[in-house]
């Protein structure tokens, strides 16, 4: 990689109900709202980390495909209680 390089990054969707390690990235990578573009050094570390929020920020250069479902999100167990009262 040639020295002062930089990789432009957006975020594109929010990182609201994501796992505490991809929420982690995304505060790593220096995002802190929505639409932020940031301009990140050309390494492999950020493109590891880019490569892991994929499915949230779009870079330069490359295609951003929104995901279909929201794999990210934690899963909770649905409310019993509704289902006990026969609705």
């Not at 994501?18 to 570390?45: C, H, I, K, W, Y």
């Amino acid at each position: 990689m040639a020295e002062g390089k930089t990789i432009k990054a957006t975020l594109v969707k929010s990182a609201i109900g994501a796992n505490p390690s991809v929420r982690a990235t995304v505060q790593s990578l220096g995002f802190r709202r929505m639409n932020q573009t940031r301009e990140l050094p050309d390494n492999e570390a950020v493109r590891g980390m880019l490569k892991t929020v994929d499915f949230l920020v779009a870079v330069e250069g490359q295609e951003y495909v929104r995901p279909k479902r929201s794999k990210y999100k934690i899963w909770r167990a649905r409310s019993k209680k509704k289902h006990q009262r026969g609705h």
